[in-house]
């Protein structure tokens, strides 16, 4: 069984991804200082809590163990707050990474999988979006993720050092057994704050944004679950094992929905009223984001499971409801 380096995975996309890791025969070892992750989402799992930007600690463990590969996961994932502290991203998503990837070359392991993002595109010119699309982010997060790319391919091309960037859109759902779920404080993503109006009837899910050039002038996002994310994780690390090539993929359904379709999906799903404020636009939002995955399709043998809005949410309404019972 070859060993997986997965940092950052005792959050939300990275324990999902360990679950799959072990279900297709490979070893995964958990690396997550536990600022925003929780040991709970790995138990049963190896854990070494670390720091990705402690280069003696990194070097030690790829020491010890025979790694093949590193999936990194251990990003600042908040558009919003990114404009309001940009050096705390650049600093944990670049300055850090940087440090991983020098710890990862001083020891050997030249095998990286990287959780991008569409953020990378800023707006985009083509819809869906394709992997050859220009990279142009308007935010600092997008931006720190386009850095990354940009390290990875120089890397590629001076050392034998391969990598897959996987550049997803709105990663939602929980896993269907409802143990692990989405879960980030402060909370900022879409679905998980429209079922906390579901559940509570004093709070207000803000709609940020009400006059894009859209169907109902709301955001349009490509909604994908988080497990099927996942299983491209896997197929991406399979390819990458065996080919030995740096690519990049993009991991979305295809299908867009707007902020106002995903309120009454939760809605339809929920049975319950849902309060809702227009509030203006967040800096850095493009008005549309959608992915073009025929790629990963066809290189990988990937396909979603979940294609309809209403079975993402299902899960996650079955997540929430257990999450709350107890205190994540």
Not at 125 to 143: K, M, Q
Not at 175 to 191: A, D, Q
Request: proline share 4%.
């Amino acid at each position: 069984m070859r060993e997986i380096l997965v940092t950052g995975g005792a959050g939300y996309i990275g324990s999902h991804v360990v679950r799959a890791l072990e279900a297709r025969g490979f070893a995964p070892v958990i690396y997550d200082n536990l600022s925003t992750g929780f040991r709970d989402f790995v138990r049963g799992f190896e854990l070494v809590q670390g720091s990705i930007g402690d280069y003696e600690t990194l070097c030690a463990l790829f020491r010890e163990r025979e790694i093949a590969c590193v999936m990194n996961f251990a990003s600042f994932i908040a558009v919003g707050e990114s404009v309001e502290l940009p050096l705390r991203y650049y600093e944990n998503n670049v300055s850090r990474t940087v440090t991983l990837l020098r710890a990862m070359l001083d020891s050997g392991v030249k095998r990286f999988i990287f959780s991008s993002s569409a953020a990378v595109y800023g707006e985009p010119e083509i819809v869906p979006i394709p992997e050859d699309a220009r990279l142009c982010p308007t935010s600092p997060y997008g931006r720190t993720k386009h850095f990354v790319e940009e390290i990875l391919r120089d890397l590629d091309v001076s050392s034998e050092f391969r990598s897959v960037s996987l550049r997803y859109f709105n990663a939602a759902g929980a896993h269907p057994s409802g143990e692990i779920g989405e879960s980030h404080v402060p909370e900022t993503h879409l679905i998980p704050l429209v079922m906390r109006a579901a559940m509570d009837e004093s709070y207000r899910i803000k709609v940020f944004g009400t006059d894009y050039d859209t169907r109902d002038g709301t955001c349009v996002r490509d909604y994908i679950h988080v497990n099927d994310l996942a299983d491209a994780h896997v197929l991406a690390l399979e390819k990458l094992l065996e080919e030995d090539r740096t690519l990049a993929y993009n991991l979305g359904n295809g299908s867009g929905f707007t902020v106002r379709e995903v309120i009454e999906s939760v809605r339809r799903v929920t049975g319950r009223a849902i309060g809702q404020i227009d509030a203006p636009r967040r800096p850095g939002d493009p008005a549309s984001l959608i992915a073009s995955s025929d790629r990963a399709v066809k290189e990988l043998g990937w396909k979603p499971r979940y294609a309809e809005l209403d079975s993402i949410v299902e899960t996650a309404w079955r997540w929430e409801s257990r999450r709350l019972r107890k205190g994540y």
